[in-house]
Structures are given as C-alpha cells and as structure tokens.
C-alpha cells in the first residue's frame, strides 16, 4: 500500500538494550523527520535526513543513531534504551522541505523502556 | 521553554457550541500549519497559513495567521463530534528550516 509505514506499532524493551523502529515510504519522497511525542512537550525532531546518506541532528539527537541507505526507509536505532526515551515515535516524509511545505506522518510507535 | 504555547490545553463543549484555540509565541514565523491528530495516527495537516493577517476556512473551520506573524488561532463553528481530536500548531521560524510544534490542544466534542 502507498503512504509512510511504521514497525513496530508497539514495543516494549529493557534499561540497556538496543532496538530499531523502522519507518518506510512509498512515495519517494526526498525528505524524512524522526519525532517524539511526549505530554506537555508536543513533537520535538529527533533526526531529519535530506537524501539518501544525508542526516542531520534535530533539537533532541542524543541517544539516537540513524541510517538512511535508501530513499526510502529511515530506521532510527536507540543504542542503549533508557527509561526516558519511553514515548510515542512519528516517522514524517516530504516531497521538499521548504516552509509551506506538508509532512506527511506515519501511524507512530509507542515505544516502552522498563 | 516552549517556542509555541497553545491555550487550551485541555477543552470539552457541547455538539454545536463554537470555539477558538490559540497558538501563540514571542517569535516571528514565517509560516504557521494546523494538524489534526486522532488517537492511534499520526498528525494531518489542515492548514498552512504564509501571510501576516491571512485568514483561511475549511468548511466549519477558519484560521487566522496574526498580523505580526507571532500567533495564530483556529476556530470551529457548530462543533460536531467528528470534531473531536489533538489539534497541534507548528511554524518555521525565518532562517530555520526545522518545524517547531506547539504543545497541543485536545478537543472533545460531547454529542
């Protein structure tokens, strides 16, 4: 199907483990955001990533690693889970990336660190 | 600190009864989106708004970019409760290309 996908939709995991989300889009586009939900804090951007093997930090980087080898898939990777990274994860995708431009969001992964 | 303050953040009403939310900021934008976001999904864009004093409508819904470019506000007339949902302002500052989100405000809408 067409659109901007995400998995897994919900995960549970340990203090120190390492786990992927995985997020991927069919619609070529060139640009795609990795955010974190939490209340009171709204979206806040994690990773962005103009093309292919191009990525850039966002306002909350640390803890993160991400890769894109393919255009059309942006897996983010905590390294070491930690309990305050337990929230909801939006995958985004853009066809350009200037101001008046839409995101379109992905269905989100609610991530829990125990 | 949070670059936009969205008030309510929290507002219930009665099917049919209007309202306006209201995203605001001490910084300048150079443009402003409305997403709605429904449990389960991720955000959707309603709006975007690019000019100081614009004023857009989207059936029930009118949005209006302030005349300095630092606030907006959203407002739904005859509510319905397919109404109901996170409604999230978010703008790109001038000179920063990142989208900025507000805190959000969660609509109910009582049938």
């Known amino acids: 199907d067409a659109g901007i996908t995400q998995s897994p939709r919900y995960k549970i995991t340990e203090t120190g483990r390492q786990v992927t989300l995985m997020c991927h889009q069919t619609w070529s586009h060139s640009y795609m955001f990795w955010y974190r939900q939490d209340l009171g804090h709204g979206l806040r951007l994690i990773y962005y990533s103009a093309a292919a093997d191009i990525t850039d930090k966002g306002e909350v980087p640390d803890g993160y690693v991400v890769s894109r080898s393919k255009t059309e898939n942006f897996p983010l990777t905590l390294e070491s889970a930690t309990r305050s990274q337990t929230s909801v994860y939006f995958c985004a995708s853009s066809a350009r990336w200037v101001t008046s431009y839409e995101q379109y969001f992905g269905p989100g992964t609610r991530l829990t660190v125990t | 600190t949070q670059l936009l303050e969205q008030s309510p953040q929290f507002l219930s009403i009665q099917e049919g009864e209007n309202l306006t939310v209201y995203c605001n900021s001490s910084?300048?934008?150079?443009?402003l989106q409305w997403y709605r976001q429904e449990p389960g999904e991720g955000p959707v864009l309603l709006v975007t708004?690019?000019?100081?004093?614009e004023v857009k409508k989207l059936k029930r819904l009118t949005f209006q970019f302030g005349d300095a470019r630092k606030d907006s506000s959203l407002h739904i007339t005859a509510a319905q409760p397919g109404d109901t949902g996170l409604y999230l302002c978010a703008g790109f500052l001038f000179g920063n290309e990142k989208l900025t989100f507000g805190t959000g405000t969660r609509l109910t809408i009582i049938p």
């Open positions: 910084s300048v934008f150079s443009s």
């Open positions: 708004v690019v000019t100081g004093g």
